[in-house]
Nanobody, 117 residues
Framework: QVEVVESGGGSVQPGGSLRLSCAAS????????MGWYRQAPGKQREVVAG???????NYADFVKGRFTISRDTAKNRVYLQMNSLKPEDTAVYYC???????????WGRGSQVTVSS
């Protein structure tokens, strides 16, 4: 079983920044896709950003220009730098790890991000 653990959530005022981290218990030669979803109260889970092993990234329109995803491929870690945070960014942020060739996917338990004045 692959363990996925997020860290770095918290509370911040509008306009502030937070950095989320995620670590997956995979071997160093694994090359999964990794990324982030989020789920706000009463809403469906939505994709935030993803990054492929080669470094290709994709972002939801609502975070473009504000959030940056990066990874340490050798350590199977992924990061989400969140700047210019808005109250509507308040949600539980979930890290995912996806090995498309094997056909499996793993999720973390989530990290709460609250943006409020």
């Amino acid at each position: 079983q692959v363990e996925v653990v997020e860290s770095g959530g918290g509370s911040v005022q509008p306009g502030g920044s937070l950095r989320l981290s995620c670590a997956a218990s995979l071997s160093s030669n694994s090359r999964p896709e990794m990324g982030w979803y989020r789920q706000a109260p009463g809403k469906q889970r939505e994709v935030v950003a993803g990054i492929l092993p080669g470094g290709v990234t994709n972002y939801a329109d609502f975070v473009k220009g504000r959030f940056t995803i990066s990874r340490d491929t050798a350590k199977n870690r992924v990061y989400l730098q969140m700047n210019s945070l808005k109250p509507e960014d308040t949600a539980v942020y979930y890290c995912y790890v996806r090995r498309s060739l094997i056909g499996d996917e793993y999720w973390g338990r989530g990290s709460q991000v609250t943006v409020s004045s």
